[in-house]
């Protein structure tokens, strides 16, 4: 299946399928192409897969915010003329999702987060010291997965080129400080839309305890666990954890 963006505008997605409409929203070192076998299946079965790059480098560094991106998400919803969506964020994108649900209340009709930030994260940034040591960024990717062959060479180097660009990085380190600027605690308790919650047993970057805490803090969320996983179950575990959404939206009558 050809998964090569569209811009229109100033969006840059990738669009596929017919049906009810769901945005895949990627984490900070995860491209469009993380949700690879989630936009092939959910385009299959009555879903129209919208999945935005958000524009992590391309805006001014004091505007470079999960609010922004909140924002940024929000005009891409209007130019699409979208009206009853549901929202699927990994790790920064699940973070963007939320803070969209807080801004913008009663748009989406349901959230799916796995390995979210918004609450706590253990970022990177402690390997940033030795980013020009490509086995030691290796690794440190490497360790976002249980099994770390989920790593391929071509997502070592992207977030090795990203590290080692001085423009990519500063706006990196930025997310991230917005990241836990943007802390979603208080937040979450008034969000009565569906939440389903899909987590890795072995997350390092957002552990299982995180998931526990989004789970007791949103009133309306379900929480399935994936075991051998780790920081990005629909790249570990893509067969499950596409299942588990299709079914939980199916049994919420969303989709």
Same mark, same amino acid.
């Not at 963006?5 to 409409?21: N, R, V």
């Not at 897969?49 to 919803?77: G, H, M, R, W």
């Not at 402690?126 to 960024?137: A, H, K, L, N, Q």
């Given at each position: ?9 100033? /969006? ?22 993380? /949700? ?5 299946? *959910? ?32 005009? /891409?919803?209007?130019?699409? &003329?979208?009206?009853? *969506? ?18 913008? &209340? #009663? ?45 391929? #060479? ?59 805490? *989004? ?8 929480? /399935? ?31």
């Amino acid at each position: 299946m050809e998964l090569t963006p569209k811009q229109e505008d100033k /969006f840059k997605y990738i669009e596929k399928g017919i049906g009810t409409p769901i945005i895949f929203l990627h984490g900070l070192m995860g491209g469009l192409s993380n /949700f690879e076998k989630s936009i092939i299946s *959910f385009s299959k079965n009555n879903f129209k897969v919208l999945v935005p790059e958000l524009p992590l480098y391309d805006l001014p560094l004091l505007s470079t915010s999960v609010k922004a991106f909140a924002e940024y998400l929000n005009e /891409f919803i209007e130019f699409k &003329k979208l009206d009853k *969506f549901i929202l699927l964020g990994n790790s920064l994108g699940g973070h963007v999702g939320l803070y969209y649900t807080k801004l913008f &209340k #009663k748009r989406a009709a349901a959230l799916v987060l796995t390995g979210s930030s918004g609450l706590y994260e253990s970022a990177m940034g402690s390997g940033y010291t030795r980013r020009g040591d490509y086995d030691v960024m290796k690794k440190k990717v490497e360790e976002v997965f249980y099994d770390p062959k989920v790593a391929t #060479k071509e997502l070592v180097d992207e977030v090795f080129e990203t590290v080692n660009n001085r423009h990519k990085l500063v706006k990196t380190l930025a997310i991230a400080k917005s990241a836990i600027r943007h802390n979603m605690a208080k937040d979450l308790p008034k969000m009565s839309l569906p939440v389903c919650l899909i987590w890795g047993e072995d997350d390092i970057v957002t552990p299982p305890n995180v998931a526990d805490e *989004f789970h007791e803090l949103l009133p309306n969320s379900d929480l /399935f666990w994936l075991k051998k996983c780790g920081h990005a179950a629909m790249m570990e575990h893509p067969e499950r954890f596409n299942e588990i959404v299709i079914q939980w939206l199916s049994d919420k009558n969303i989709a």
